[in-house]
Nanobody, 114 residues
Framework: VQLQAYGGGLVQAGGSLRLSCAASGNVFGFNIMGWYRQDPGTQRVLVASMTNGGLTNYADSVKGRFTISRDNAKNTVYLQMNSLKSEDTAVYYC?????????WGQGTQVTVSS
C-alpha cells in the first residue's frame, strides 16, 4: 500500500488548510485512515482518524477546528483544518490501518505563522 499526501504549506494563524491523502495498491474495504503529526524531537501523535464506516476520532486539541472526511471509492482521506494556531505547526502524516498492518505516507509540512 502506498500513500501520497498533498496540501501542506504556510498559513497565518486563524487561516485554513486542507490536506488530502490517496491510498493505492492493495487497499481493503475495512480500514481506518487517519492523520498524525510530529514535531521535531517528539512522538508522532494522532490528529484524527476515520473508519471506512464513518466513525471518527479526534485529538482534543483539534476538536471543533479540524474535520476529517474520506471518499471510500477513491481511497482518499481529507483533513480540513480551520482556525489554525501556531501550535498546529508540524509535519503531518497520513496513515492507513488494515488487517493489522499500518502504512504511512511521506509527510507534509504545515507551518502556521503567528
Amino acid at each position: 500500500v502506498q500513500l501520497q499526501a498533498y496540501g501542506g504549506g504556510l498559513v497565518q494563524a486563524g487561516g485554513s488548510l486542507r490536506l488530502s491523502c490517496a491510498a493505492s495498491g492493495n487497499v481493503f474495504g475495512f480500514n481506518i485512515m487517519g492523520w498524525y503529526r510530529q514535531d521535531p524531537g517528539t512522538q508522532r501523535v494522532l490528529v484524527a482518524s476515520m473508519t471506512n464506516g464513518g466513525l471518527t476520532n479526534y485529538a482534543d486539541s483539534v476538536k471543533g477546528r479540524f474535520t476529517i472526511s474520506r471518499d471510500n471509492a477513491k481511497n482518499t482521506v481529507y483533513l480540513q483544518m480551520n482556525s489554525l494556531k501556531s501550535e498546529d505547526t508540524a509535519v503531518y502524516y497520513c496513515n492507513i490501518l488494515q488487517r493489522g498492518q499500518s502504512y504511512w505516507g511521506q509527510g507534509t509540512q504545515v507551518t502556521v505563522s503567528s
